[in-house]
């Protein structure tokens, strides 16, 4: 069974900085893209974020500059350094996975989500 375990979400004012990071572990046969998807109240999921195994990164248009996405591919972890925050950041940060754990079986997993609050 394949897990992904968030971590590091919390409450910070505008302008200040987070470090959100995710775990895959478990049964793993490889993975490719990986990143990072937020709900606010009342909205759609949008993606934040992504990176392939090779290192190629897509970035919503709403966090260019401010985030930075990476990965430690021997770890099977993706981190995302959330800098100059705006209150509307606030949503419910998820993990995503495009994991195989069986060969030429790849699926989407998600994380159980961690919380991010930018107060004004």
């Known amino acids: 069974q394949v897990q992904l375990v968030e971590s590091g979400g919390g409450l910070v004012q505008a302008g200040g900085s987070l470090r959100l990071s995710c775990a895959a572990s478990?049964?793993?046969?490889?993975?490719?893209?990986m990143g990072w998807y937020r709900q606010a109240p009342g909205k759609q999921r949008e993606l934040v974020a992504t990176?392939?195994?090779?290192?190629?990164?897509n970035y919503a248009d709403a966090v260019k500059g401010r985030f930075t996405i990476s990965r430690d591919n021997a770890k099977n972890t993706v981190t995302l350094q959330m800098n100059s925050l705006k209150p509307e950041d606030t949503a419910v940060y998820y993990c995503?996975?495009?994991?195989?754990?069986?060969?030429?079986?790849?699926?989407?997993?998600w994380g159980q989500g961690t919380q991010v609050t930018v107060s004004s």
């Open positions: 995503h996975g495009a994991i195989a754990a069986i060969p030429g079986f790849l699926r989407a997993y």
């Open positions: 478990g049964s793993i046969f490889s993975i490719n893209v």
């Open positions: 990176i392939t195994t090779d290192g190629t990164i």
